[in-house]
């Protein structure tokens, strides 16, 4: 039986001489012949002397071009089903792509093409070759035959080539539903990491070339977690469909954009006009975004961060290109959500700072570089001390003495916000031992701790129950304050577990009370003995009538649900003396002190007793 044969058409002799060789060098080279041709001329010669099984064409070659050489091909009968899979390294993109299948193209591969690939594809029309020439030699032992057998021995065979040519056809969508799940987004048919970085790289090469301005940016969805969480992952694909749709309606036609998964989105933009361009579609992302979504019956409300990265000078390459990208998004969550902002050098030093500072307090535990400071809060009306709250504080070996909020949020990123909450409870129940051990006079005032919400998913009703246990201090000795934002997170599951800790004996404040937006239902919801009134509403007391307004609506709302009112941040006397007016009942603030060491607050109690 005949040999299948390859017709290999390329003008580049470096290129054709590494086709041939990874033809020639294939598992399945000894299964076909292969003719090689170096111009479109040349190659027509070669379809009228032989059959071929498929036919490896070049695009780009002088005189006859390979579209032009391939729509000659097949306007002759004899070569007019031959397969021709282009093969080139200059006409990449999907228009010419599209333009090859319109000249017949059975594929279209940009070179460098994977060896593996090319034989695969190679395999399938060498398989096909051969069962037409085992047809046709068939057909010829047929021929003596009788004429009826022969009949219907071709009728069979017409049903073999059929079954064939559907696998064949079969495979190809097979084929190109692996390209299309290998390159798309599954969920929203954008491009996907790889695909982006591929055509990143290829932009970036285009930028260098030309001296074109380029521009990246990077956006999520602000809060998406929670909508996921709240209203379940088929509403969360649906708002990430539409907000797709709606990102894609705010960029240029020529511009890309793709999903690298979660709520992460990229625009890339070429050959921009200006850099003030992509701000410019940056806030139009962002206005989109803010539009309310229609979720089924649902109206869900969130916002887009955006970051912006520039070639060159935000990098030159893909990975530095995108990381800086990624750094100025991370930059404007951080100081606005819902905002864009260009990367520049300072994030790149403050994200290493960060990350330096999330490093360091992975063993801050361990190396005891945790203490409590000690603040009082004091009756307004008799000065009496009537509880302490304890403030973390972290000696920090290369930074010094840090407070709370310089650190907090790198634990929460970190997950340290569990095992330093425990920490702070153990550390504050030892303390009230000593002091009761020591037989001072103000041991009986409790001392409150601040706890994040995830403790409150951390079994903290069992947490606080065997450290009261192991210290034997009494449930009074403990208050515990929480942030209103945070409790209106999930109501509910705080409301179980601080009801289970407040029938215990501890006393529970609502701290920075009025900046959560939580309603009158929920608080009578909660088991809360004292509401602590943010510092902002107290700052400027005497001189902002509003927020004069917002106190004295605060202490009133608080009489009416039978809670005590502790004002914060209280600096001045004319500060101390309107809260008395308004009925405030304590106070806490650098006016009667700064947050102490244990020592030093027990010196300065002893002092103010004997005094």
């Known amino acids: 039986m005949r040999t299948p044969k390859i017709l290999l058409v390329n003008d580049h002799p470096a290129s054709l001489l590494a086709l041939k060789t990874l033809l020639v060098n294939s598992p399945q080279g000894q299964d076909y012949e292969l003719i090689t041709a170096t111009s479109g001329a040349e190659a027509l010669r070669a379809v009228l002397d032989h059959e071929f099984a498929v036919i490896?064409?070049?695009?780009?070659?002088?005189?006859?071009d390979g579209f032009e050489t391939a729509e000659t091909i097949h306007s002759h009968p004899r070569s007019a089903s031959v397969p021709i899979i282009f093969i080139t390294a200059h006409y990449a993109d999907e228009m010419n792509r599209l333009k090859g299948y319109q000249h017949g193209a059975a594929d279209y591969l940009i070179s460098p093409v994977i060896p593996q690939i090319l034989q695969s594809k190679i395999a399938v029309f060498i398989e096909l070759a051969k069962k037409n020439l085992e047809l046709e030699a068939q057909k010829e032992a047929l021929a003596m035959m009788n004429r009826d057998l022969q009949v219907q021995q071709m009728q069979d065979l017409k049903r073999i080539n059929a079954a064939l040519e559907s696998e064949i056809i079969e495979r190809r969508q097979a084929e190109e539903r692996a390209h299309e799940l290998a390159t798309r987004d599954p969920l929203t048919s954008l491009m996907n990491r790889r695909s982006l970085t591929d055509r990143l790289e290829h932009a970036i090469a285009v930028s260098a070339r030309y001296g074109q301005r380029l521009a990246l940016l990077f956006l999520d969805?602000?809060?998406?977690?929670?909508?996921?969480?709240a209203f379940g992952h088929d509403a969360g694909d649906d708002l990430l469909l539409q907000a797709a749709e709606r990102i894609s309606g705010c960029v240029r036609e020529s511009d890309i954009v793709a999903r690298l998964g979660g709520d992460e989105f990229v625009v890339l933009m070429e050959a921009l006009p200006a850099y003030s361009s992509a701000a410019e579609v940056g806030r139009k992302i962002v206005s989109a975004i803010d539009t309310p979504f229609h979720i089924g019956s649902q109206t869900i409300k969130t916002s887009a961060s955006v970051g912006i990265a520039l070639y060159p000078q935000d990098g030159n390459t893909s990975q530095s290109l995108m990381r800086s990208a990624d750094l100025a998004m991370y930059h404007a969550k951080q100081e606005q959500r819902g905002s864009i902002q260009f990367f520049h050098e300072e994030l790149n030093m403050k994200m290493l700072e960060r990350t330096r500072l999330e490093q360091e307090l992975r063993h801050a535990l361990e190396n005891d570089e945790f203490e409590l400071y000690y603040q009082p809060k004091v009756e307004a009306r008799t000065g009496r001390i009537a509880g302490v709250e304890a403030l973390l504080r972290w000696h920090h070996p290369r930074l010094g003495l840090l407070s709370g909020g310089q650190f907090i949020g790198a634990a929460a990123d970190t997950g340290q916000l569990v095992p330093i909450g425990e920490w702070v409870i153990e550390a504050a129940c030892a303390q009230s031992r000593r002091w009761l051990d020591a037989g001072l006079c103000f041991p009986s005032i409790p001392i409150a701790v601040n706890v994040a919400i995830p403790q409150i998913y951390a079994d903290l009703p069992e947490v606080i129950e065997r450290h009261l246990r192991k210290y034997d201090v009494p449930s009074s000795s403990l208050q515990l304050e929480i942030t209103e934002s945070l409790v209106i997170r999930d109501v509910e599951k705080a409301t179980s577990v601080l009801r289970e800790i407040s029938e215990s004996g501890?006393?529970?404040?609502?701290?920075?009370f009025g900046t959560g937006y939580s309603s009158l239902s929920v608080l009578k919801a909660l088991p809360i003995d004292i509401l602590k009134i943010d510092q902002s509403f107290v700052r400027d007391l005497g001189k902002d009538l509003g927020d004069h307004a917002i106190v004295e609506a605060i202490v009133n709302m608080a009489r009416a649900l039978a809670l005590?009112?502790?004002?914060?941040?209280v600096e001045t006397h004319e500060q101390l003396s309107i809260l008395r007016d308004l009925g405030c009942d304590e106070h806490q603030g650098y006016y009667y002190s700064r947050p102490l060491p244990a020592h030093v607050f027990a010196e300065q109690m002893l002092h103010t007793s004997a005094a």
Do not use: C, Q, W, Y
């Open 56 to 64: 490896l064409l070049d695009v780009s070659m002088p005189g006859m």
């Open 221 to 229: 969805l602000d809060k998406f977690k929670g909508i996921n969480d």
């Open 564 to 569: 005590r009112v502790v004002a914060e941040g």
């Open 506 to 512: 501890i006393t529970i404040a609502i701290d920075d």
